[in-house]
Protein backbone atom coordinates (compact mmCIF):
# COMPACT_ATOMS: atom_id res chain seq x y z
CA UNK A 1 0.00 0.00 0.00
CA UNK A 2 2.55 2.24 -1.02
CA UNK A 3 0.23 5.74 -1.16
CA UNK A 4 -1.48 6.35 2.10
CA UNK A 5 -3.67 8.44 0.83
CA UNK A 6 -5.14 6.05 -1.22
CA UNK A 7 -6.03 3.90 1.76
CA UNK A 8 -8.55 3.45 4.31
CA UNK A 9 -9.24 0.63 6.89
CA UNK A 10 -11.56 0.18 10.19
CA UNK A 11 -15.31 -1.74 8.88
CA UNK A 12 -17.59 1.83 9.14
CA UNK A 13 -14.97 3.73 6.76
CA UNK A 14 -14.54 0.61 4.24
CA UNK A 15 -18.07 -0.57 4.50
CA UNK A 16 -19.20 3.53 3.98
CA UNK A 17 -17.06 3.84 0.79
CA UNK A 18 -18.14 -0.14 -0.28
CA UNK A 19 -21.85 1.60 -0.44
CA UNK A 20 -21.15 5.07 -1.25
CA UNK A 21 -18.30 4.28 -4.30
CA UNK A 22 -18.38 0.94 -4.79
CA UNK A 23 -16.58 1.71 -8.48
CA UNK A 24 -13.59 3.47 -6.46
CA UNK A 25 -12.88 0.78 -4.67
CA UNK A 26 -9.50 -1.26 -6.48
CA UNK A 27 -9.20 -3.86 -3.50
CA UNK A 28 -9.74 -4.73 -0.04
CA UNK A 29 -7.42 -6.93 2.01
CA UNK A 30 -9.24 -8.66 4.93
CA UNK A 31 -7.25 -10.44 8.18
CA UNK A 32 -8.16 -14.05 7.86
CA UNK A 33 -8.90 -13.99 11.65
CA UNK A 34 -11.55 -11.81 11.06
CA UNK A 35 -12.99 -13.68 7.92
CA UNK A 36 -16.51 -14.86 10.10
CA UNK A 37 -17.37 -11.34 11.82
CA UNK A 38 -17.04 -9.51 8.30
CA UNK A 39 -19.34 -11.75 6.35
CA UNK A 40 -21.86 -8.32 5.35
CA UNK A 41 -18.44 -6.62 3.92
CA UNK A 42 -17.38 -9.58 2.12
CA UNK A 43 -21.41 -9.79 0.88
CA UNK A 44 -21.06 -6.04 -0.30
CA UNK A 45 -18.14 -6.60 -1.75
CA UNK A 46 -18.75 -9.58 -3.94
CA UNK A 47 -21.70 -7.78 -4.98
CA UNK A 48 -20.03 -5.02 -6.45
CA UNK A 49 -17.42 -7.27 -7.98
CA UNK A 50 -14.66 -5.56 -5.65
CA UNK A 51 -11.62 -7.90 -5.21
CA UNK A 52 -10.83 -9.35 -1.85
CA UNK A 53 -7.49 -10.61 -0.71
CA UNK A 54 -7.68 -12.45 2.53
CA UNK A 55 -3.86 -12.31 4.70
CA UNK A 56 -2.67 -12.88 8.69
CA UNK A 57 -3.66 -9.75 10.69
CA UNK A 58 -0.21 -9.65 11.30
CA UNK A 59 0.73 -8.62 7.34
CA UNK A 60 -2.11 -6.46 7.28
CA UNK A 61 -0.86 -4.55 10.31
CA UNK A 62 2.67 -4.10 8.78
CA UNK A 63 1.38 -2.58 5.36
CA UNK A 64 -0.79 0.05 7.40
CA UNK A 65 0.42 3.04 9.70
CA UNK A 66 1.63 1.36 13.09
CA UNK A 67 -0.49 1.55 15.50
CA UNK A 68 -3.85 1.69 13.63
CA UNK A 69 -7.04 -0.13 14.73
CA UNK A 70 -7.67 -1.16 11.14
CA UNK A 71 -10.40 -3.82 12.60
CA UNK A 72 -9.10 -6.81 10.28
CA UNK A 73 -9.87 -4.18 6.86
CA UNK A 74 -8.51 -2.34 4.69
CA UNK A 75 -9.58 -0.92 1.07
CA UNK A 76 -7.37 0.53 -1.29
CA UNK A 77 -9.21 3.07 -3.27
CA UNK A 78 -8.77 4.19 -7.07
CA UNK A 79 -6.53 6.57 -8.14
CA UNK A 80 -9.11 7.43 -11.00
CA UNK A 81 -12.86 6.03 -11.07
CA UNK A 82 -13.53 2.85 -13.33
CA UNK A 83 -16.27 3.55 -15.90
CA UNK A 84 -19.78 1.03 -16.33
CA UNK A 85 -19.13 -2.18 -18.46
CA UNK A 86 -22.07 -0.86 -20.21
CA UNK A 87 -20.45 2.37 -20.88
CA UNK A 88 -17.64 0.83 -21.83
CA UNK A 89 -19.56 -1.67 -24.09
CA UNK A 90 -21.81 1.33 -25.67
CA UNK A 91 -18.71 3.16 -27.07
CA UNK A 92 -17.31 -0.06 -28.81
CA UNK A 93 -20.44 -0.55 -30.24
CA UNK A 94 -20.34 3.08 -31.83
CA UNK A 95 -16.44 2.80 -32.64
CA UNK A 96 -13.95 0.26 -33.94
CA UNK A 97 -15.79 -2.58 -31.74
CA UNK A 98 -12.00 -3.20 -30.24
CA UNK A 99 -11.42 -4.15 -26.43
CA UNK A 100 -9.15 -5.51 -24.40
CA UNK A 101 -9.70 -7.43 -21.21
CA UNK A 102 -7.14 -8.19 -18.91
CA UNK A 103 -7.32 -11.24 -16.48
CA UNK A 104 -5.25 -11.75 -13.64
CA UNK A 105 -2.43 -9.20 -13.83
CA UNK A 106 -1.42 -8.40 -10.58
CA UNK A 107 1.47 -6.26 -10.78
CA UNK A 108 0.47 -2.62 -11.05
CA UNK A 109 4.05 -1.32 -12.94
CA UNK A 110 2.36 -4.57 -15.78
CA UNK A 111 -0.94 -3.17 -15.19
CA UNK A 112 -0.17 0.10 -16.28
CA UNK A 113 2.09 -0.48 -19.45
CA UNK A 114 -0.40 -2.40 -20.66
CA UNK A 115 -2.99 0.37 -20.37
CA UNK A 116 -0.60 2.84 -21.92
CA UNK A 117 -0.24 -0.06 -24.98
CA UNK A 118 -3.95 0.08 -25.48
CA UNK A 119 -4.42 3.35 -25.57
CA UNK A 120 -2.03 4.18 -28.02
CA UNK A 121 -3.17 1.23 -30.22
CA UNK A 122 -6.69 3.07 -30.32
CA UNK A 123 -8.86 0.14 -28.41
CA UNK A 124 -11.92 1.49 -27.37
CA UNK A 125 -11.73 0.30 -23.71
CA UNK A 126 -10.38 -1.94 -20.81
CA UNK A 127 -12.03 -4.96 -18.74
CA UNK A 128 -10.45 -5.83 -16.25
CA UNK A 129 -11.31 -9.03 -14.35
CA UNK A 130 -12.24 -8.01 -10.52
CA UNK A 131 -10.88 -11.02 -8.76
CA UNK A 132 -7.10 -11.68 -9.20
CA UNK A 133 -6.41 -8.20 -11.42
CA UNK A 134 -4.38 -4.99 -9.86
CA UNK A 135 -6.69 -1.88 -9.79
CA UNK A 136 -6.46 1.47 -11.06
CA UNK A 137 -3.89 2.18 -8.10
CA UNK A 138 -1.95 5.60 -8.22
CA UNK A 139 1.08 3.54 -8.99
CA UNK A 140 -0.78 1.39 -12.15
CA UNK A 141 -1.91 5.43 -13.22
CA UNK A 142 1.40 6.26 -13.04
CA UNK A 143 2.84 3.78 -15.04
CA UNK A 144 0.33 4.76 -17.83
CA UNK A 145 2.48 7.55 -18.18
CA UNK A 146 -1.09 9.52 -17.67
CA UNK A 147 -2.70 7.68 -20.42
CA UNK A 148 -4.80 5.81 -18.58
CA UNK A 149 -7.01 9.22 -17.77
CA UNK A 150 -7.98 9.03 -21.59
CA UNK A 151 -9.27 5.54 -21.15
CA UNK A 152 -12.77 3.81 -20.60
CA UNK A 153 -11.54 0.91 -17.87
CA UNK A 154 -14.28 -1.32 -16.34
CA UNK A 155 -14.23 -4.15 -13.76
CA UNK A 156 -16.26 -7.51 -14.29
CA UNK A 157 -16.69 -9.87 -11.60
CA UNK A 158 -16.98 -12.91 -13.84
CA UNK A 159 -14.55 -12.20 -18.10
CA UNK A 160 -16.01 -15.44 -19.10
CA UNK A 161 -19.32 -14.69 -18.81
CA UNK A 162 -18.78 -11.00 -20.29
CA UNK A 163 -16.78 -12.48 -23.00
CA UNK A 164 -19.01 -14.90 -23.77
CA UNK A 165 -22.02 -11.93 -23.56
CA UNK A 166 -20.24 -10.27 -26.39
CA UNK A 167 -19.71 -13.00 -28.48
CA UNK A 168 -23.59 -13.35 -28.55
CA UNK A 169 -23.38 -9.47 -30.13
CA UNK A 170 -21.13 -10.54 -32.86
CA UNK A 171 -17.56 -10.13 -31.21
CA UNK A 172 -14.57 -12.90 -31.55
CA UNK A 173 -12.55 -13.18 -28.75
CA UNK A 174 -9.15 -14.13 -28.83
CA UNK A 175 -6.47 -15.07 -26.15
CA UNK A 176 -2.81 -14.63 -25.90
CA UNK A 177 -1.98 -18.09 -24.84
CA UNK A 178 2.08 -19.22 -25.04
CA UNK A 179 0.98 -23.17 -25.37
CA UNK A 180 -1.12 -22.68 -28.26
CA UNK A 181 -0.67 -23.83 -31.42
CA UNK A 182 -2.04 -21.06 -33.75
CA UNK A 183 0.72 -18.14 -34.47
CA UNK A 184 -0.44 -14.88 -33.42
CA UNK A 185 -0.11 -13.77 -37.25
CA UNK A 186 -2.50 -16.33 -38.14
CA UNK A 187 -5.20 -15.35 -36.17
CA UNK A 188 -8.21 -13.50 -37.55
CA UNK A 189 -8.38 -10.32 -35.87
CA UNK A 190 -10.80 -8.50 -38.09
CA UNK A 191 -13.98 -7.41 -37.01
CA UNK A 192 -15.49 -6.54 -33.79
CA UNK A 193 -12.69 -8.05 -31.57
CA UNK A 194 -11.61 -8.83 -27.94
CA UNK A 195 -8.16 -9.48 -26.87
CA UNK A 196 -7.41 -11.10 -23.84
CA UNK A 197 -4.28 -10.90 -21.75
CA UNK A 198 -3.41 -13.08 -18.84
CA UNK A 199 -1.06 -12.80 -15.47
CA UNK A 200 2.24 -12.90 -15.34
CA UNK A 201 2.95 -16.48 -13.91
CA UNK A 202 -0.68 -18.22 -14.61
CA UNK A 203 -1.93 -16.80 -17.85
CA UNK A 204 -5.54 -16.50 -18.58
CA UNK A 205 -8.18 -18.85 -15.97
CA UNK A 206 -9.33 -22.12 -17.96
CA UNK A 207 -13.04 -20.25 -18.21
CA UNK A 208 -11.78 -17.33 -19.88
CA UNK A 209 -9.23 -19.00 -22.03
CA UNK A 210 -12.58 -21.70 -22.86
CA UNK A 211 -14.29 -18.81 -23.24
CA UNK A 212 -12.33 -17.53 -26.77
CA UNK A 213 -12.39 -18.51 -29.88
CA UNK A 214 -8.99 -18.63 -30.87
CA UNK A 215 -6.41 -18.72 -28.77
CA UNK A 216 -2.84 -17.67 -30.47
CA UNK A 217 1.05 -17.68 -29.13
CA UNK A 218 4.01 -15.63 -30.47
CA UNK A 219 6.76 -17.93 -31.25
CA UNK A 220 10.42 -16.60 -29.99
CA UNK A 221 13.56 -17.25 -30.29
CA UNK A 222 15.53 -20.00 -28.80
CA UNK A 223 16.48 -20.05 -25.22
CA UNK A 224 13.50 -17.08 -24.45
CA UNK A 225 11.18 -18.47 -22.07
CA UNK A 226 7.90 -15.71 -22.31
CA UNK A 227 7.57 -12.31 -23.01
CA UNK A 228 6.58 -9.48 -20.21
CA UNK A 229 2.45 -9.58 -20.85
CA UNK A 230 2.53 -5.94 -21.57
CA UNK A 231 5.01 -6.64 -24.53
CA UNK A 232 3.15 -10.11 -25.73
CA UNK A 233 -0.33 -7.80 -25.30
CA UNK A 234 0.84 -4.93 -27.68
CA UNK A 235 2.31 -7.32 -30.41
CA UNK A 236 -1.09 -8.39 -31.20
CA UNK A 237 -3.25 -5.22 -30.30
CA UNK A 238 -1.31 -3.02 -32.93
CA UNK A 239 -1.15 -6.09 -35.54
CA UNK A 240 -5.26 -6.07 -34.72
CA UNK A 241 -4.93 -2.24 -34.94
CA UNK A 242 -2.52 -2.22 -38.46
CA UNK A 243 -5.45 -5.09 -39.92
CA UNK A 244 -8.05 -2.26 -39.28
CA UNK A 245 -6.36 -0.01 -40.99
CA UNK A 246 -6.26 -1.65 -44.47
CA UNK A 247 -8.07 -0.20 -47.41
Not at 48 to 59: D, K
Not at 186 to 195: M, N, S, T, V
Not at 198 to 218: H, M, T
Request: glycine share 10%.
Amino acid sequence: MSDESQTIYGVHPVMEILEKRPADVARIWIAREDDKRLGRLLRTARHAGVPVSRIPRQVLSKRLPRGVNHQGVAALVAAMGYADIEEVCARAASGGRFLLLVDGVQDAGNLGAILRTAAGAGVDGVVLSADGTAGLTAAAVRASAGTAAGLLVARVPKPARFIEKMKSEGYRAVALDPRARLSWDEADLDGPLILAAGGEERGLRPSVLRACNEKVAIPLAEGVESLNVAVASGVLLFEAQRRRRRP
